[in-house]
């Protein structure tokens, strides 16, 4: 199945609630077919922004919302021609899969055979055959939200809106439907706004990620972009662990109590501090390495081995390892960095 796809425009769209901002005004462009990812902490406005572009809330006074040249700022959900999938699903448990899944093309008064062939191929996409004619209360959460997702794209939205639509399933499950879910929008072709606190999702569905917090964009990029050059320390935080050192910037190295860490750049960043990922650190030999500590604690987290090491910097490090790797508290170590790992920030 394949649907239209355009872009979707925001300008100056902001939202108050009764006396409080809860979205600054901010204009936002999604490509035509993109899926793009709402990213952040509880509260940020990831929905309420989503609900902005579905229909479900207006704007304040002067913001607008475009489907391609459309003006849609004052028209309702039920004109807007999007699909949008639930936290909950907001199944109908009234009606069974086939019934759910057909609901929107008998409200858009598809003929009844029309609407048959449509039901059936989504049955077939979703792999939802054998329970078509099952009650709701009969599925498990998995198929739940297959359903959910059927309904939703019955009747051909222009526009594609899901609200942390994996969240109420446990982590196994979530792996598997984030990997069909990526493969199902990319057959569509749907522009997609996707809201989501799991980074992991972001990073394998977006491709852009907005991350957000309170109320503001702190950044748009490419999962890659939103990773390796964060904007901001609340970006990187939130995406991610990240390592703090310090020490005095001398001839493009930071010269910590160990030692000399080369960097990629000549300039100051400014403050003496950088940043690194634990998994971008490499062990060294401690009598040579620019930044020596003991560690204090290894967990063993399967495919890897987290390490805490103290003494390196001002805070403990944490440094990712192969899994097999194991040393003993107190060992001392040395830690690398690569010099285009470090993250400087403002
Ligand atoms: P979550 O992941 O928890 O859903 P979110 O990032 O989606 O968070 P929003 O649901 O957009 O955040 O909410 C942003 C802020 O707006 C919150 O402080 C919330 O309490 C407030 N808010 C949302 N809807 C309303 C409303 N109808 N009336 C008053 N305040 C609201």
């Known amino acids: 199945m394949k649907l239209d796809s355009m872009p979707i425009t925001l300008t100056q769209c902001g939202k ?26 509880s509260g940020c406005g990831k929905t309420t922004m989503l609900r902005l572009i579905a229909g479900l809330e207006t704007p304040d006074a002067g913001g607008q919302v475009r489907f391609g040249d459309d003006d849609v700022t004052a028209l309702p959900i039920e004109r807007r021609k999007v699909g ?21 093309l008998k409200i858009a008064r598809v003929s009844a055979a029309a609407a048959r062939e449509r039901v059936d191929e989504l049955l077939a996409m979703m792999r939802l055959q054998a329970h078509a004619d099952k009650p709701i209360g009969q599925l498990s959460g998995g198929q739940r939200q297959r359903v959910a997702l059927a309904r939703a794209l019955a009747p051909r939205p222009r526009v594609l809106l899901l609200d942390e639509p994996l969240t109420a399933l446990d982590a196994r499950l979530r792996d598997t439907l984030r990997g069909e879910m990526n493969a199902l929008l990319r057959e569509l072709g749907v522009t ?6 799991d980074q992991a999702e972001a990073m394998e569905l977006g491709e852009r990620v907005v991350v957000m917090s309170a109320g503001r964009i702190e950044q748009i990029g490419t999962p890659r972009e939103i990773y390796y050059r964060p904007a901001s320390r ?9 390592n703090r050192i310090a020490g005095q910037w001398r001839d493009g190295a930071l010269v910590t109590t160990g030692g000399k860490l080369d960097t990629h750049t000549t300039r100051s960043p400014g403050p003496t ?17 620019p930044l020596r500590g003991v560690i204090e604690q290894s967990t063993f987290l399967g495919e890897r081995t987290r390490l805490t090491v103290r ?36």
């Open 192 to 197: 997609t706004v996707y809201v989501t606190h």
């Open 311 to 346: 003494g390196a910097a001002p805070d403990t490090l944490l440094v990712d390892v192969a899994g097999r790797i194991e040393l003993a508290r107190g060992t001392p170590v040395g830690i690398a960095i690569e010099p285009q790992a470090l993250i400087a920030l403002a």
């Open 84 to 104: 949008m999938v639930f936290q909950n699903y907001a199944l109908f448990p009234n009606l069974n899969v086939r019934g759910n899944i057909g609901y929107g």
């Open 273 to 289: 501090e950088l940043f690194f990922r634990p998994e971008d650190a490499t062990l060294a030999d401690p009598a040579h390495a």
């Open 234 to 242: 609340v970006v990187a935080q939130f995406v991610g662990t990240l």
């Open 16 to 41: 108050t609630f009764r006396g409080t901002r809860v979205l600054e005004p901010l204009d936002l462009s999604i490509g035509a077919g993109e899926t793009l990812v709402l990213l952040g902490p």
